[in-house]
């Protein structure tokens, strides 16, 4: 006996997969209970179902004919973000979830989704047919305006819902049809069976309304239909998809954003010294590139000529650049400065960093599970179970109830199916969350998904990036202090003409400082750049240094005088650089990344949210420390990380069940935001983080964190009330339909009645859900004004 490698077969292949020959997933063989042996291969199923199957009619799943779709090489795979085991050749939906696939490889190309066209189209339909339906319907129910005579009424129900339940509402049917199949029972299984219930009902009741007892006539004798449910479920089912493509597709973009990052070509210095520009794609370890002034450096490798200062805030989150010279390492997407270097690439394709990141956040994006799978586990024993009761309804009445027996029995089961239709279950998880994100955009959160909410309500621990969120992510001057007999203003002046002309990262800050203080830099002759010292310079006549002690120590200047203040300003984590003119120190410059002024109050708000801080960064040790103590209530530090730590650390907490939501604004947050159980990014950060981040914080603001939190416990309190309503309604309901109450009261529960029970907890789910536009998010509490 052995495992067979075949198509169609369930072989083991690489990573231990296996392919289901059933319903062509991909299943571990260790992992799963279900095997079975024919004519000595070995295969593995998914579920019972699928194993069962198989073994009544193995030949038929062995037919090259039969065999399930794979993905050629080359082609597009697609795949489920919730079940990542399925995979195949073309779009479509989920055979375990009955969720649209989407690409499994990220792509430059933002390409249509086929099947967002489709369901908005569907959409538009069903809506324009929808609205003169409910109009026709409800308008004779409740305010007596017939718009056309009562004779036709049933007649024109049905011209306007046909076109709603059979076209538009199809892929309903054929994903609850799919669900049956492959017992996997989900929101789609639900949906088909409420929505054909109505409609086939409905649609008896007009054309054979003979076979109606007399008392189940409304008035004039009608039997009442009830069209309208059917259709407007169709309706608002699909704009509930289409929002959630829309929502899916924006994940994308993160992808594409990283992906943008490195250019389309490169400059090669072939082996006779001549440059020429190839595609990226062409590239190959061991390749001289140059890298000119202001370009994106394609590839990963070391500097083998030149010097430049290189913008690394896309892996480090760090504002300040980083000089670069011969045998530094570099980083594709990383963005050079003023000079011109020649590099050797060493890592190129998929081994780059850039690359690395883009596959970490795409893993991590797909992991998510939607907070529909809530409905979906319940619904895995509803949807039997209010079956079952219908059979039971209808056979039971069928043998012992009064006469007409069959009318009775059909019509109390169709009652049952009626009033277990699953509109407000439909509508409890996605009004909620249209209600919720609504009022958390008013609060400055933006809710990108709905499973952001779920899991922000849940998480214990918020991770937190340094650079942008608790700091203001640019470095500023802070302090000027001249030694004696020297004015401040002056110091700054004459640093910031030979900074001028500095390639040093703190630079631009220090001439930023001089212009804000309205100072007139002045021009600087004699330019010189010490390497590991700093710059010197002749400025007004006089001869300028400015850089660490070394460089002082070379001018001959001494530095006793200011040697604490700067030991002091090195301790609060601040870059220092001294000054010097005609070998006389006149002053130090001290420049840092300033805290944010909200950031310690929104640390402790969130500490008393029951929040464990922890702060990432790739900043120094000594920096981090210095920012830690200074906020305060932050209980774990980790520094000097990359993009890969931030996300592997992220991943320990989740490991040692820690509920994880992380904070940050940079790309180099991109990978952890993603593997976080929720992210939140900086609204003032990069599009890479906003993209990979659940929520955004419109304005950068950390105190909006705390906010974000009450509106996820509110927003899912809110959608468990709802859940809680639709289930009671059909806890009462069912049984009554099913005809309980007869042998003790006489009371039957008709198709009418039914329908407006089912339609009175919709407005119940409704209502509530509007209430989430009172929850006061500001005072510290979760309370309504109501």
């Known amino acids: 006996m052995h495992d067979r490698s075949a198509p169609g077969a369930s072989s083991s292949s690489a990573g231990g997969a296996a392919t289901d020959p059933v319903c062509g997933m991909r299943v571990d063989p260790a992992a799963t209970a279900h095997h079975a042996e024919h004519a000595g291969t070995l295969y593995h199923f998914c579920s019972a179902g699928c194993r069962a199957k198989f073994v009544a009619r ?13 993905a050629s090489s080359g082609a597009v795979v697609w795949t489920c973000p919730m079940h ?19 690409p499994a490889e990220p792509s430059v190309e933002e390409s249509a989704n086929p099947e967002l066209i489709d369901f908005t189209r569907r959409l538009w339909i069903s809506a324009v047919l929808a609205a003169p339906l409910l109009l026709l319907s409800m308008g004779g129910e409740m305010l007596g305006l017939h718009l056309v005579p009562m004779a036709w009424s049933p007649w024109v129900q049905l011209g306007l819902t046909a076109p709603i339940v059979l076209w538009a509402g199809r892929p309903f049917f054929e994903r609850g049809w799919a669900s049956l199949k492959n017992r996997r029972y989900n929101m789609f299984t639900l949906i088909s069976i409420g929505v054909g219930a109505a409609f086939l009902y409905s649609l008896v009741a007009t054309v054979a309304p003979a076979v109606f007892p007399p008392a189940f006539r409304g008035h004039g004798g009608m039997v009442p239909v009830y069209y309208e449910a059917a259709g407007v479920v169709v309706a608002l089912v699909l704009l509930g998809q289409v929002l959630e493509l829309r929502a899916r597709a924006a994940t994308g973009r993160a992808i594409r954003a990283l992906l943008n990052l490195t250019p389309k070509t490169a400059l090669r210095i072939g082996t006779d010294g001549a440059e020429s520009e190839i595609p990226l794609a062409d590239v190959r370890t061991g390749d001289r590139l140059r890298v000119r002034p202001g370009e994106a450096i394609p590839v990963d490798g070391k500097v083998i000529e030149g010097r430049s200062s290189v913008d690394e805030s896309m892996l480090t989150g760090e504002p300040a650049p980083v000089l670069k010279s011969v045998g530094v390492p570099v980083t594709g997407g990383t963005v050079n400065g003023t000079g011109s270097l020649v590099m050797e690439a060493q890592a190129v394709g998929a081994e780059t960093m850039l690359a690395r990141i883009v596959s970490m956040v795409a893993d991590a994006q797909r992991s998510r599970a939607p907070i529909q799978t809530v409905a979906d586990r319940i619904s895995g024993w509803f949807v039997p179970l209010v079956v079952l009761i219908a059979v039971a309804t209808f056979i039971i009445w069928n043998l012992v109830g009064p006469q007409p027996r069959f009318g009775h029995a059909l019509l109390n089961a169709i009652a049952v199916l009626i009033i277990a239709c699953p509109c407000a279950l439909g509508l409890a998880t996605p009004m909620s969350i249209m209600v919720g994100t609504g009022r958390g955009a008013q609060a400055g959160v933006l809710v990108k998904n709905a499973e952001a909410l779920q899991a922000l309500d849940m998480v214990d621990t918020l991770v937190i990036d340094k650079t942008g969120t608790l700091t203001e992510g640019k470095p500023r001057l802070i302090a000027v202090e001249p030694a004696q007999g020297v004015d401040a203003d002056e110091v700054l002046r004459l640093a910031a003409a030979l900074e001028m002309r500095s390639e040093h990262p703190l630079a631009v800050a220090i001439v930023a400082g001089a212009r804000e203080r309205g100072l007139a830099v002045p021009a600087v002759a004699d330019f010189e750049s010490q390497t590991g010292l700093g710059i010197s310079g002749s400025v007004d006549g006089r001869t300028v240094a400015v850089g660490n002690a070394a460089q002082m120590q070379r001018v001959g200047a001494d530095v006793t005088s200011l040697a604490a203040s700067a030991d002091r300003f090195c301790g609060e984590g601040a870059g220092v650089m001294l000054a010097a003119a005609d070998g006389r120190v006149i002053g130090l410059l001290a420049v840092a990344d300033p805290i944010k002024a909200n950031a310690q109050g929104a640390i402790a708000a969130l500490r008393a949210e029951g929040l464990r801080i922890v702060m990432l960064t790739g900043d120094s040790r000594g920096t981090a420390d210095v920012v830690a103590r200074a906020i305060g209530g932050i209980d774990e530090v980790h520094a000097d990380l990359r993009p890969d730590d931030k996300a592997r650390i ?95 009261a006489g009371i039957l529960l008709s198709p009418m009645f039914a329908g407006a029970a089912m339609a009175l907890s919709s407005l119940t789910v409704v209502a509530n859900a509007l209430r989430l536009n009172r929850v006061k998010l500001e005072d510290g509490k979760l309370c309504s004004s109501a």
């Open 650 to 744: 992220v991943g320990e907490l989740k490991g040692r069940g820690a509920r994880v939501a992380m904070a940050g604004d940079g790309i180099n947050d991109a990978p952890a935001l993603a593997a976080a159980d929720v992210g939140v990014a900086m609204g003032t950060g990069t599009d890479v983080a906003i993209e990979s981040a659940g929520l955004t914080l419109t304005k950068g603001d950390l105190t909006a964190m705390v906010r974000a939190r009450r509106l996820a416990r509110a927003t899912m309190a809110n959608i468990r009330q709802n859940l809680f309503f639709s289930f009671l309604f059909n806890g009462i309901g069912v049984p009554v339909a099913a005809g309980v109450l007869y042998p003790v």
């Open 84 to 102: 990542p085991e399925v995979r195949q050749s073309a779009p479509g939906a989920c055979p375990i979830c009955g969720m649209a696939l989407e």
């Open 58 to 70: 193995p030949d038929a799943y062995l037919e090259p004919a039969a065999q399930p779709a794979t």
